[in-house]
């Protein structure tokens, strides 16, 4: 299997805290990212990490950190401050030089007020 595996999910109130974290069974990855999909609304990314360098979609900057342990072939997304517009189910996203992207399941974040 080549489908990263999510984890981290949950129901937390507004203000709260909340760890993602996504383990890839392929390794030479130079992309790992997190998207996120709201009901009614297109997927859009969250944060990604490539060659070294992180981005951030402006709505979660300040807020949330992504990382990366390559000994772990793991993502991680701290997520601080959470707000109940940050709930969606986040996917995280791989890819290695010359393949296509693989995408997890998807978890769950929901933010209650």
């Known amino acids: 299997q080549v489908q990263p595996v999510e984890s981290g999910g949950g129901l937390v109130p507004a203000g709260g805290s909340l760890r993602l974290s996504c383990i890839a069974s392929?390794?030479?990855?130079?992309?790992m990212g997190w998207y996120r999909q709201a009901p009614g609304k297109q997927r859009e990314l969250v944060a990604e990490?490539?060659?070294?360098?992180?981005n951030y979609a402006d709505s979660v900057k300040g807020r949330f950190t992504i990382s990366r342990d390559n000994a772990k072939n793991t993502v991680y997304l701290q997520m601080n401050s959470l707000k109940v517009e940050d709930t969606a189910v986040y996917y995280c996203k791989t890819m290695r030089p010359f393949d296509r992207p693989y995408w997890g399941q998807g978890t769950q974040v929901t933010v209650s007020s």
């Open positions: 392929i390794s030479s990855l130079n992309y």
């Open positions: 990490i490539t060659s070294g360098r992180t």
